[in-house]
T-cell receptor, first 114, second 112 residues
Framework: SAVISQKPSRDICQRGTSLTIQCQVD?????MFWYRQQPGQSLTLIATANQGSEATYESGFVIDKFPISRPNLTFSTLTVSNMSPEDSSIYLC???????????FGPGTRLTVL | QKEVEQDPGPLSVPEGAIVSLNCTYS??????FMWYRQYSRKGPELLMYTYSSGNKEDGRFTAQVDKSSKYISLFIRDSQPSDSATYLC????????????FGQGTTLQVKP
């Protein structure tokens, strides 16, 4: 299994600002994923990040709002841009395992936007 | 209508009880059915998976899939306080690598 760390673990931000969340994996992985977990809502996939290509965004999520970088096989960043209180959520990164149904998750970044 | 529906609870049971957690879904293309467990302030971790219909047992945990009813269940026998967590069902279509569809999660508390 992969060990995943995220920075920051939590942050409180002002409306209109941007926050970049880092995700570091202890081994090289092909696919990295970014999820949003809003209070009382299901875990929702934002985008899939493969090294060397543009991230693939899910319906309802756009690159201008959630730009993603994937510079190598162990690291990715997600930026939440021009934040509003509706962006308050937990953001999690995950990586694919050996099995198609398996993903390993980081501990999450708890974001509060005032 | 959400693709996957899960009662968020919370569910509170005494230690030793049998717990039943359930999800329903609408997309008949789902082939993989998973249960993830998430402790407070941690990321989800894979607990069990089932491919297509049937039952799967792992210690105190049993996962069931009924594709005809589009209904999946997780049973926990002899529940322990350490089982207190949020349980999320997740589903995946064949060929849709990585695109897990999660339920809301059910928060379980097992009281000593």
């Amino acid at each position: 299994s992969a060990v995943i760390s995220q920075k920051p673990s939590r942050d409180i931000c002002q409306r209109g600002t941007s926050l970049t969340i880092q995700c570091q994996v202890d081994s090289q992985v092909t696919m990295m994923f970014w999820y949003r977990q809003q209070p009382g809502q299901s875990l929702t996939l934002i985008a899939t990040a493969n090294q060397g290509s543009e991230a693939t965004y899910e319906s309802g999520f756009v690159i201008d709002k959630f730009p993603i970088s994937r510079p190598n096989l162990t690291f990715s960043t997600l930026t939440v841009s021009n934040m509003s209180p509706e962006d308050s959520s937990i953001y999690l990164c995950s990586v694919d395992g050996e099995k198609v149904y398996e993903q390993f998750f980081g501990p999450g970044t708890r974001l509060t936007v005032l | 209508q959400k693709e996957v529906e899960q009662d968020p609870g919370p569910l509170s049971v005494p230690e030793g009880a049998i717990v039943s957690l359930n999800c329903t879904y609408s997309n008949s293309a789902f082939q993989y059915f998973m249960w993830y467990r998430q402790y407070s302030r941690k990321g989800p971790e894979l607990l069990m998976y089932t491919y297509s219909s049937g039952n799967k047992e792992d210690g105190r945990f049993t996962a069931q899939v009924d594709k005809s009813s589009k209904y999946i269940s997780l049973f926990i026998r002899d529940s322990q306080p350490s089982d207190s967590a949020t349980y999320l069902c997740a589903m995946l279509r064949s060929g849709n690598t990585g695109k897990l569809i999660f339920g809301q999660g059910t928060t379980l508390q097992v009281k000593p």
